[in-house]
Antibody
Framework: EVHLVESGGGLVEPGGSLRLSCATSGFDFSDAWMSWVRQAPGKGPEWVGLIKSKTYGETTDYTAPVMGRFTISRDDSRNTMFLQMNSLKIEDTGVYYC?????????WGQGTLVTVSS | EIVMTQSPATLSVSPGEGATLSCRAS??????VAWYHQKPGQAPRLLIY???TRAPGIPARFSGSGSGRDFTLTINSLQSEDIGVYYC?????????FGQGTKVEIK
């Protein structure tokens, strides 16, 4: 069974940083394209970014609101994906989901809440 | 980016009745659309991908159709566990984008 477990969320002041982790099991992580999707309170989901597998060079793509501030990485030896978030803004507040996704998001974690507030 | 517009915003359906949810893209997305169901306090769950292919474990009462700009999710014989918010999503173009959701409630 596929499991995705996010951690690292919390309360941070504007301009601060957080690093989220996503521990996975139940599938071949090294072969998977993975994504982060977030959801602001009361809103629909919003794609954050994607990281391809090693076969595809572990290249990353980001959406415009986070470009230059967020970085996705992966450690295939630990079946884990990361999201480094810098220069956080109030509008980055929301639940951050780890997903197994190249196009459609076939598996989701339970999410971790990030609150950016002074 | 491609904007996905869902209608109606809210749908009230009696148990056992059918429901039709619509999604329109701001430009053609071919057949590259997925549908998700989200219950309160839970992560979204994939229902349909590639417009009409049900994800593993999804009951046959859920079906998807459409092409180009217009897509439909049909729920036959609504069950109580089907309440929640449904989202469409295109992945034909980067970035993938979601609609704003249709809330399905029991009448």
């Amino acid at each position: 069974e596929v499991h995705l477990v996010e951690s690292g969320g919390g309360l941070v002041e504007p301009g601060g940083s957080l690093r989220l982790s996503c521990a996975t099991s139940g599938f071949d992580f090294s072969d998977a394209w993975m994504s982060w999707v977030r959801q602001a309170p009361g809103k629909g989901p919003e794609w954050v970014g994607l990281i391809k597998s090693k076969t595809y060079g572990e290249t990353t793509d980001y959406t415009a609101p986070v470009m230059g501030r967020f970085t996705i990485s992966r450690d295939d030896s630990r079946n884990t994906m990361f999201l480094q978030m810098n220069s956080l803004k109030i509008e980055d507040t929301g639940v951050y989901y780890c997903t197994r996704a190249s196009g459609w998001a076939e598996s989701w974690g339970q999410g971790t809440l990030v609150t950016v507030s002074s | 980016e491609i904007v996905m517009t869902q209608s109606p915003a809210t749908l009230s359906v009696s148990p056992g009745e059918g429901a039709t949810l619509s999604c329109r893209a701001s430009q053609s997305v071919k057949n590259i659309v997925a549908w998700y169901h989200q219950k309160p306090g839970q992560a979204p769950r994939l229902l349909i991908y590639d417009t009409s292919t049900r994800a593993p474990g999804i009951p046959a009462r859920f079906s998807g159709s459409g092409s180009g700009r217009d897509f439909t999710l049909t729920i036959n014989s609504l069950q109580s566990e089907d309440i929640g918010v449904y989202y469409c999503q295109q992945y034909n173009d980067w970035p993938p984008t979601f609609g704003q959701g249709t809330k399905v409630e029991i009448k």
